[in-house]
């Protein structure tokens, strides 16, 4: 795809440079030959940096073909590169992307935050039961979250059980204790059916031996149960609209039901585990091949590479693994708050997936996500709970916003991927600094549980700390992201999943 034309005024797209082809879709012209679409429609904005950010990533294919050449290792190249609608600028690749290779992989198409991504459980709860004790719920949920409430004691048994072997691993690691979140386990709470991946496949946890020997035994876990910083959150949600009935029905959502949202991934260990990846890319890169222009380094699937990759592919299969372990303590957490407060809460996952990892197979392929959730048809759900309906693709909206729950297609044009998320349409640092008034009037209307207590009348005569904790959340506020109503349409129209309901907030919280 060296040349396309753009077509009539009609067709105009939101950058120059962008072709649309259909109603949804735009083009990526490009030297090296590579297929590029965007799933956006008109409505949707694509930020000039983002696409700037693109091109250059596309420069990795010249270096896959000096490598190659170099290493006589035929056919590594860039194979296929797809956009979400809420694509946007992120550190040298954009959030949203989903990258294909042949004969390599790159840790930096992954990023730091391994397998951050989203888990949605259903509850035995309505909105109506639940709004008149959302007070009580705060308090709650901020002993748990932020005041030494949660009370997650591990093992280093449990902990190396977690890494290498998942969800799974943690659960059969022994019997858990009787108190803290523990108490809000419940039976299919590692599910297969209903985990993107139980387990990611590691030969050792010796990366984070740290981490598993830190407490010398059984202990009170201060790392695993947090939500993370940017845009991660818990969210005590409700269903709000039912678009398909059958499936909702079929996956256990109906209209006026509560539901907990989670994203976080896999904090620290992920930021280690990419580490490792450049790390190990930087010390096999050969000598007399020029370092590229755009800082992105690939690791080869050649047999000289071979230990390398084992080395990164082990921290990041633990980062993952840690990451699902992570989202269920914080859903574990929201139960044990709701129940506190309303009442016995039974329920079951819907499902937990990933937006930064990715997925080799035995055809020399790897897929790589980031900031992007997989949205698998019926061929990547069959033999599953879900192979009548497509994979769940979870989209959430910003704090205070929508989010959405819809089924996949497998559609081949975005490599069966959708959008994690709206997309920020303005930078954090341009969105600390923004409206105060605007602050306080969506504080009024909604709840953010915060380590502050922003009502507390001891922290309000702070006007340091007051200001700190104001800016963090301007970074977050909804006008700083798109609207998710558009970027879900365009998910729809072009026929990349389907909304099977819509979920609107109580209450998140943010860490």
Known sequence: MTTVKRRGAASLSPDPRLVRVDDHWLTLPNPWHISVDICAGPEVPIESSAVDEILTVLETAGTLERLAAATGHPGAAVDRVALTPDLHKGAGIPIGTVLRTRGALIPQA???????????????????????????????????????????????????ALLRDGL?????????????????????????????????????????????????????????????????????????????????????????????????????????????????????????VPMPDNGILPLLLDERSEPARRRYLDAFGNAANFAVGNRFFLALMMRAGLAAECGEVSGQVIYDAPHNLLWPDGDDQVVHRKGATPAGGYAETAGGPYALWGEPVIVPGSMGAA???????????????????????????????????????????????????HRDPAVTHRSDVMAAWRRDLKQEAPWVYKDIGPVVSSLSRAGVADPVAELRPLLTVKG
């Open 110 to 160: 992954v990023g730091n935050d391994v397998n951050c991504g989203m888990r949605l459980e259903t509850t035995s709860l309505t909105v109506d039961r639940v709004r008149p004790h959302l007070d009580a719920v705060e308090r709650r949920l901020r002993h748990l979250f932020f005041e030494g409430g949660r009370r997650i004691a591990l093992s280093g048994v449990q902990r190396e």
């Open 168 to 288: 799974p691993g943690l659960l059969d690691a022994g019997s858990p204790p009787a108190d803290g979140v523990w108490s809000a386990l419940r039976p299919g709470d590692a599910d297969p059916g209903r985990l993107h991946a139980a387990r990611y496949p590691t030969t050792t946890a010796d990366a984070f031996r740290d981490w598993i020997e830190s407490a010398g035994g059984t202990s009170y876990d201060s790392i695993i149960g947090s939500v993370g910083g940017g845009n991660h959150f818990a969210e005590l949600q409700y269903v709000a609209a039912v678009h398909d009935r059958q499936a909702a029905y079929a996956w256990g959502l109906s209209a006026g039901q509560v539901v907990l949202m989670v994203h976080s991934g896999s904090l620290s260990l992920g930021h280690q585990a990419n580490a490792t990846g450049l790390e190990q890319a930087r010390r096999m890169w050969l000598a007399g």
């Open 403 to 453: 989010s959405h729950v819809l089924r996949g297609h497998g559609n081949p044009r975005t490599l069966a991927s959708a959008c994690h998320g709206a997309g920020r349409r303005v930078p954090r640092g341009a969105a600390a600094r923004g409206n105060d008034a605007d602050l306080d009037a969506f504080l009024r209307e909604f709840r953010v549980v915060t380590p502050l207590d």
